[in-house]
């Protein structure tokens, strides 16, 4: 199973400088690990020890927020694509 994630410029010094992954999971939390395992440097950059996002950081799956679906536990199929975005704040 192939899923397509879209790395923000701010993580890509973790990636080898890559935008866009080409990865495998079968939810959010395995292709967490996956990361971590194809590019060791990221771990840390991502989630928590105990397994959950980061707070400064939204993915969405095929533009849908993970937050607003099973969060860690939301299923991936083959083609999806997962982007990682920053939080933005101001005021």
Same mark, same amino acid.
């Given at each position: 199973?192939?899923?397509?994630?879209?790395? *923000?410029?701010? /993580?890509?010094?973790?990636?080898?400088?890559? &935008?866009?992954? %080409?990865?495998?999971?079968?939810?959010?939390?395995? /292709?967490?690990?996956?990361?971590?395992?194809?590019? *060791?440097?990221? !771990?840390?950059? /991502?989630?928590? *020890?105990?397994?959950?996002?980061?707070?400064?950081?939204?993915?969405?799956?095929?533009?849908?927020?993970?937050?607003?679906? %099973?969060?860690? !536990?939301? *299923? /991936?199929?083959?083609?999806?694509?997962?982007?990682?975005?920053? &939080?933005? &704040?101001?005021?």
């Amino acid at each position: 199973m192939s899923v397509k994630v879209l790395v *923000p410029t701010v /993580l890509q010094k973790f990636t080898n400088d890559q &935008a866009v992954l %080409e990865c495998s999971g079968s939810n959010i939390s395995e /292709l967490f690990d996956y990361l971590e395992v194809s590019y *060791p440097n990221i !771990k840390g950059r /991502l989630r928590k *020890p105990e397994g959950e996002p980061l707070r400064f950081l939204n993915f969405y799956v095929n533009s849908e927020d993970i937050r607003f679906l %099973e969060h860690t !536990k939301t *299923p /991936l199929k083959d083609g999806d694509e997962v982007s990682i975005v920053p &939080a933005v &704040a101001g005021g």
